[in-house]
Protein backbone atom coordinates (compact mmCIF):
# COMPACT_ATOMS: atom_id res chain seq x y z
CA UNK A 1 0.00 0.00 0.00
CA UNK A 2 1.32 3.10 -0.88
CA UNK A 3 2.34 5.32 1.89
CA UNK A 4 -0.01 8.40 2.77
CA UNK A 5 1.45 11.37 5.11
CA UNK A 6 -1.21 12.91 7.15
CA UNK A 7 -1.16 16.82 8.37
CA UNK A 8 -3.34 18.72 9.86
CA UNK A 9 -4.24 22.73 9.19
CA UNK A 10 -5.95 24.97 10.89
CA UNK A 11 -7.53 27.47 8.80
CA UNK A 12 -8.12 31.35 9.43
CA UNK A 13 -11.50 32.10 8.63
CA UNK A 14 -14.00 36.06 9.80
CA UNK A 15 -16.15 33.54 11.84
CA UNK A 16 -13.37 31.74 12.89
CA UNK A 17 -10.91 28.52 12.91
CA UNK A 18 -11.62 25.99 11.08
CA UNK A 19 -9.46 22.71 11.20
CA UNK A 20 -8.69 20.64 8.14
CA UNK A 21 -6.91 17.66 7.09
CA UNK A 22 -4.39 16.88 4.10
CA UNK A 23 -3.71 12.99 2.89
CA UNK A 24 -0.59 13.43 0.77
CA UNK A 25 0.80 10.31 -1.16
CA UNK A 26 4.64 10.19 -1.87
CA UNK A 27 4.10 11.11 -5.42
CA UNK A 28 1.13 12.87 -5.81
CA UNK A 29 -0.65 13.15 -9.46
CA UNK A 30 -2.86 15.64 -10.53
CA UNK A 31 -4.77 18.09 -8.60
CA UNK A 32 -6.09 18.40 -4.82
CA UNK A 33 -9.39 16.52 -4.38
CA UNK A 34 -10.90 19.00 -1.66
CA UNK A 35 -13.56 16.99 0.17
CA UNK A 36 -16.85 19.01 1.47
CA UNK A 37 -18.77 16.96 4.16
CA UNK A 38 -22.93 16.44 4.52
CA UNK A 39 -25.06 18.19 7.35
CA UNK A 40 -23.73 15.96 9.98
CA UNK A 41 -20.78 15.23 9.00
CA UNK A 42 -16.86 16.26 9.64
CA UNK A 43 -13.68 15.37 8.87
CA UNK A 44 -13.31 12.35 11.57
CA UNK A 45 -16.66 10.96 9.40
CA UNK A 46 -15.00 10.34 6.14
CA UNK A 47 -13.16 7.72 8.13
CA UNK A 48 -10.71 5.78 5.90
CA UNK A 49 -11.99 7.19 2.53
CA UNK A 50 -9.66 9.67 2.28
CA UNK A 51 -6.65 8.03 2.86
CA UNK A 52 -8.34 5.02 0.41
CA UNK A 53 -8.83 7.73 -2.23
CA UNK A 54 -5.37 9.29 -2.32
CA UNK A 55 -4.26 5.58 -2.58
CA UNK A 56 -6.49 4.79 -5.56
CA UNK A 57 -5.82 8.19 -8.02
CA UNK A 58 -2.48 9.38 -6.28
CA UNK A 59 -3.85 12.78 -5.77
CA UNK A 60 -3.49 14.88 -2.44
CA UNK A 61 -6.87 14.75 -0.85
CA UNK A 62 -7.98 17.21 1.81
CA UNK A 63 -11.01 17.85 4.07
CA UNK A 64 -11.77 20.13 6.21
CA UNK A 65 -14.91 21.07 9.09
CA UNK A 66 -17.19 23.76 8.09
CA UNK A 67 -17.67 26.26 10.55
CA UNK A 68 -19.73 24.57 13.54
CA UNK A 69 -18.62 21.30 12.72
CA UNK A 70 -16.14 18.97 13.96
CA UNK A 71 -12.95 20.31 15.79
CA UNK A 72 -13.43 23.87 13.81
CA UNK A 73 -15.00 27.05 15.60
CA UNK A 74 -18.65 27.32 16.81
CA UNK A 75 -20.99 29.00 14.65
CA UNK A 76 -22.13 32.73 15.55
CA UNK A 77 -26.21 31.72 14.91
CA UNK A 78 -28.48 30.27 12.49
CA UNK A 79 -27.38 29.18 8.80
CA UNK A 80 -28.71 31.61 6.06
CA UNK A 81 -31.19 30.63 3.33
CA UNK A 82 -27.75 30.38 0.87
CA UNK A 83 -25.61 28.49 3.19
CA UNK A 84 -25.18 25.99 0.32
CA UNK A 85 -23.93 28.63 -2.46
CA UNK A 86 -22.03 30.68 0.65
CA UNK A 87 -20.01 28.23 1.21
CA UNK A 88 -17.52 28.57 -1.78
CA UNK A 89 -16.92 32.45 -0.85
CA UNK A 90 -16.59 31.00 2.92
CA UNK A 91 -14.77 28.37 4.19
CA UNK A 92 -13.28 26.67 0.61
CA UNK A 93 -12.50 30.04 -0.52
CA UNK A 94 -9.77 30.46 2.97
CA UNK A 95 -8.67 26.95 2.83
CA UNK A 96 -7.46 27.50 -1.47
CA UNK A 97 -5.87 30.82 -0.19
CA UNK A 98 -4.26 29.16 3.06
CA UNK A 99 -3.06 26.11 1.77
CA UNK A 100 -2.04 27.90 -1.65
CA UNK A 101 -4.43 25.71 -3.89
CA UNK A 102 -4.73 26.65 -7.23
CA UNK A 103 -6.51 24.33 -9.61
CA UNK A 104 -8.51 21.66 -7.78
CA UNK A 105 -11.23 19.08 -7.72
CA UNK A 106 -13.56 19.05 -5.64
CA UNK A 107 -15.81 15.70 -4.05
CA UNK A 108 -18.84 16.42 -2.13
CA UNK A 109 -21.33 14.24 0.03
CA UNK A 110 -24.91 15.05 0.42
CA UNK A 111 -25.55 19.22 1.00
CA UNK A 112 -21.37 19.05 0.73
CA UNK A 113 -22.69 18.10 -2.85
CA UNK A 114 -24.27 21.20 -3.25
CA UNK A 115 -21.47 23.32 -1.92
CA UNK A 116 -19.26 21.41 -4.53
CA UNK A 117 -21.68 22.76 -7.48
CA UNK A 118 -20.89 26.41 -5.43
CA UNK A 119 -16.98 26.37 -5.40
CA UNK A 120 -17.10 24.83 -9.18
CA UNK A 121 -19.61 27.30 -10.42
CA UNK A 122 -17.27 30.22 -8.43
CA UNK A 123 -14.13 29.25 -8.92
CA UNK A 124 -14.81 27.73 -12.23
CA UNK A 125 -11.26 28.82 -14.36
CA UNK A 126 -9.63 26.64 -11.45
CA UNK A 127 -11.81 23.62 -10.76
CA UNK A 128 -10.73 20.83 -12.93
CA UNK A 129 -13.72 18.56 -12.02
CA UNK A 130 -16.73 17.91 -9.86
CA UNK A 131 -17.84 14.80 -7.91
CA UNK A 132 -21.20 14.84 -6.26
CA UNK A 133 -22.34 11.93 -3.97
CA UNK A 134 -26.08 11.48 -2.74
CA UNK A 135 -26.65 15.23 -3.31
CA UNK A 136 -29.79 17.35 -3.55
CA UNK A 137 -30.34 19.42 -6.44
CA UNK A 138 -33.79 20.86 -5.30
CA UNK A 139 -36.06 20.75 -1.79
CA UNK A 140 -37.95 17.02 -2.17
CA UNK A 141 -40.22 15.38 -0.74
CA UNK A 142 -38.35 12.65 0.12
CA UNK A 143 -35.58 14.31 1.78
CA UNK A 144 -37.72 16.70 4.03
CA UNK A 145 -39.66 12.94 5.26
CA UNK A 146 -35.78 11.60 5.79
CA UNK A 147 -34.66 14.44 7.77
CA UNK A 148 -38.32 14.35 9.69
CA UNK A 149 -37.53 10.59 10.47
CA UNK A 150 -34.11 11.59 11.73
CA UNK A 151 -35.34 14.30 13.82
CA UNK A 152 -37.22 11.85 15.77
CA UNK A 153 -34.80 9.63 15.79
CA UNK A 154 -32.39 11.92 17.26
CA UNK A 155 -34.73 12.74 19.88
CA UNK A 156 -34.38 9.28 21.70
CA UNK A 157 -31.94 9.12 25.01
CA UNK A 158 -28.23 9.08 24.26
CA UNK A 159 -29.23 9.57 20.29
CA UNK A 160 -27.58 13.09 20.55
CA UNK A 161 -24.38 12.05 22.08
CA UNK A 162 -23.62 10.04 18.95
CA UNK A 163 -23.11 13.24 17.24
CA UNK A 164 -21.24 14.96 20.30
CA UNK A 165 -18.73 12.22 19.66
CA UNK A 166 -17.61 14.52 16.69
CA UNK A 167 -18.87 17.66 17.25
CA UNK A 168 -18.74 18.15 20.96
CA UNK A 169 -20.87 20.92 22.92
CA UNK A 170 -21.92 21.44 18.93
CA UNK A 171 -23.76 18.37 18.63
CA UNK A 172 -26.94 20.06 19.02
CA UNK A 173 -26.20 23.35 16.84
CA UNK A 174 -25.21 20.68 14.39
CA UNK A 175 -28.31 18.80 14.48
CA UNK A 176 -30.97 21.88 14.29
CA UNK A 177 -28.73 23.43 11.54
CA UNK A 178 -29.73 20.84 9.40
CA UNK A 179 -33.44 19.91 10.40
CA UNK A 180 -34.42 23.31 10.88
CA UNK A 181 -33.31 24.71 7.81
CA UNK A 182 -34.08 22.28 5.35
CA UNK A 183 -37.54 22.01 7.16
CA UNK A 184 -38.23 25.88 7.08
CA UNK A 185 -40.91 26.78 4.17
CA UNK A 186 -38.51 29.47 3.92
CA UNK A 187 -36.10 27.20 1.71
CA UNK A 188 -39.04 24.75 0.01
CA UNK A 189 -38.47 26.63 -3.25
CA UNK A 190 -34.40 26.38 -2.96
CA UNK A 191 -32.52 24.41 -5.60
CA UNK A 192 -29.09 24.75 -7.72
CA UNK A 193 -30.81 25.06 -11.17
CA UNK A 194 -28.55 28.91 -11.90
CA UNK A 195 -25.32 27.45 -10.41
CA UNK A 196 -25.12 24.54 -12.51
CA UNK A 197 -25.70 26.70 -15.69
CA UNK A 198 -22.20 27.64 -14.24
CA UNK A 199 -20.38 24.55 -14.27
CA UNK A 200 -18.35 23.80 -16.94
CA UNK A 201 -16.05 20.99 -15.58
CA UNK A 202 -16.42 17.52 -15.93
CA UNK A 203 -19.06 16.58 -13.77
CA UNK A 204 -19.43 12.96 -11.79
CA UNK A 205 -23.14 12.51 -10.14
CA UNK A 206 -23.16 9.12 -7.97
CA UNK A 207 -26.44 8.04 -6.38
CA UNK A 208 -27.33 5.41 -4.64
CA UNK A 209 -30.92 3.79 -6.02
CA UNK A 210 -31.73 3.36 -2.19
CA UNK A 211 -31.40 6.79 -0.72
CA UNK A 212 -33.31 7.62 1.92
CA UNK A 213 -32.90 11.56 1.70
CA UNK A 214 -33.37 11.25 -2.61
CA UNK A 215 -34.41 10.16 -5.43
CA UNK A 216 -32.57 9.64 -8.61
CA UNK A 217 -33.92 12.65 -9.72
CA UNK A 218 -31.25 14.20 -8.35
CA UNK A 219 -28.21 13.14 -10.64
CA UNK A 220 -30.55 13.40 -13.59
CA UNK A 221 -31.01 16.99 -12.59
CA UNK A 222 -27.32 17.59 -12.06
CA UNK A 223 -26.77 15.85 -15.17
CA UNK A 224 -29.24 17.52 -17.41
CA UNK A 225 -28.39 21.22 -16.30
CA UNK A 226 -24.74 21.44 -16.02
CA UNK A 227 -23.46 22.87 -18.74
CA UNK A 228 -20.26 20.88 -19.10
CA UNK A 229 -19.96 16.97 -19.62
CA UNK A 230 -21.66 14.86 -17.06
CA UNK A 231 -22.36 11.11 -16.27
CA UNK A 232 -24.61 9.85 -13.58
CA UNK A 233 -24.07 6.22 -11.99
CA UNK A 234 -27.36 4.96 -9.74
CA UNK A 235 -25.81 2.36 -7.66
CA UNK A 236 -28.06 -0.34 -7.14
CA UNK A 237 -28.50 -1.66 -3.15
CA UNK A 238 -26.62 1.34 -2.14
CA UNK A 239 -28.21 4.39 0.32
CA UNK A 240 -27.08 7.53 1.03
CA UNK A 241 -23.66 6.78 2.08
CA UNK A 242 -21.83 5.20 -0.88
CA UNK A 243 -18.59 5.86 0.00
CA UNK A 244 -18.72 3.88 2.91
CA UNK A 245 -21.53 1.33 1.68
CA UNK A 246 -19.67 1.22 -1.51
CA UNK A 247 -16.25 2.41 -0.99
CA UNK A 248 -14.64 0.08 -4.39
CA UNK A 249 -17.62 0.97 -6.31
CA UNK A 250 -17.20 4.62 -5.59
CA UNK A 251 -12.73 4.23 -5.96
CA UNK A 252 -13.30 2.86 -9.62
CA UNK A 253 -16.05 5.15 -10.86
CA UNK A 254 -13.84 8.07 -9.45
CA UNK A 255 -10.51 6.39 -11.17
CA UNK A 256 -12.67 5.79 -14.65
CA UNK A 257 -13.72 9.64 -14.23
CA UNK A 258 -10.32 10.67 -13.52
CA UNK A 259 -8.91 8.96 -16.07
Not at 1 to 17: A, K, S
Not at 64 to 69: E, K, P, S, T, V
Not at 145 to 157: E, K, L, S, V
Amino acid sequence: MTQVEVVEHWIDTPGGTLFAQDWRPQNPTGVPIILLHDSLGCVALWRDFPEQLAVATGHRVIAYDRLGFGRSAAHPGRLQRDFVEAEAQQGFAALRRQLAIGDFIVFGHSVGGGMAVGCAAAHGIHCRGLIIESAQAFVEDLTLQGIGDADRQFAAPGQLQRLARYHGDKAEWVLRAWVDTWLDEAFADWNLDALLAQVHCPLLSLHGEQDEFGSPAHPRRFTTLAAGPSVMHLLPGCGHVPHREQAEVVLAEVQRFLG
